[in-house]
T-cell receptor, first 116, second 112 residues
Framework: SQTIHQWPATLVQPVGSPLSLECTVE??????LYWYRQAAGRGLQLLFY??????ISSEVPQNLSASRPQDRQFILSSKKLLLSDSGFYLC???????????????FGPGTRLTVL | GENVEQHPSTLSVQEGDSAVIKCTYSDSASNYFPWYKQELGKRPQLIID?????GEKKDQRIAVTLNKTAKHFSLHITETQPEDSAVYFC???????????FGAGTRLFVKA
């Protein structure tokens, strides 16, 4: 069966510090991978998605970046955190879809980031 | 760009009553509409979905309806129970596509 891991589970960082959040998926190959941010009391904002190694699509221009160094590894990074970067970061994967397949998202447990 | 609007943001109902959450989407190419439930402190999980070639789908106490002409879709929960309390997200995407656009979420409270 497939599982998705995220770490760390919680993180408190000062403004201006770097960030690295990691997500790994097991039990599947060549998944689509996603990073979402969920601000307090708000919806799921798509930040990045990747359909293959080294392929990253950015949805929201900001001080975050993403990388996919391996097939089942997705990393969210920042060189300098802002207060507004605080939130709940969710990684998700979906099956590499065929033309008639639905794109069900399977979410990881999330990382709660607080920037002080 | 693509956008999904969801209403209401908060909904409080008495146990046993029905709850309705409504969404609209902007991208006419969207043809797959999932609903996710996120319980407190947990990850979102798919509870029901509908494709654009279907107007209604039901699974026990939950049902979804879709009006493709008006670009509206709704989640209906009947005979609500306290364990239905959660945040519900509607979403829209294209079958065979990579992106899913989520609504802002509805926090449902079911009072016992």
């Amino acid at each position: 069966s497939q599982t998705i891991h995220q770490w760390p589970a919680t993180l408190v960082q000062p403004v201006g510090s770097p960030l690295s959040l990691e997500c790994t998926v097991e039990g599947t190959s060549n998944p689509n991978l996603y990073w979402y941010r969920q601000a307090a009391g708000r919806g799921l904002q798509l930040l990045f998605y990747s359909v293959g190694i080294g392929q990253i699509s950015s949805e929201v221009p900001q001080n975050l970046s993403a990388s996919r160094p391996q097939d089942r590894q997705f990393i969210l990074s920042s060189k300098k955190l802002l207060l507004s970067d605080s939130g709940f970061y969710l990684c998700a994967w979906s099956v590499q879809v065929g033309r008639f397949d639905k794109n069900e998202q399977f979410f990881g447990p999330g990382t709660r980031l607080t920037v002080l | 760009g693509e956008n999904v609007e969801q209403h209401p943001s908060t909904l409080s109902v008495q146990e046993g009553d029905s709850a309705v959450i409504k969404c609209t989407y902007s991208d006419s190419a969207s043809n797959y509409f999932p609903w996710y439930k996120q319980e407190l402190g947990k990850r979102p999980q798919l509870i029901i979905d509908i494709r654009s070639n279907v107007g209604e789908k039901k699974d026990q106490r939950i049902a979804v309806t879709l009006n493709k002409t008006a670009k509206h879709f709704s989640l209906h929960i009947t005979e609500t129970q306290p364990e239905d309390s959660a945040v519900y997200f509607c979403a829209a995407s294209s079958v065979g596509g990579f992106k899913t656009i989520f609504g802002a979420g509805t926090r449902l409270f079911v009072k016992a």
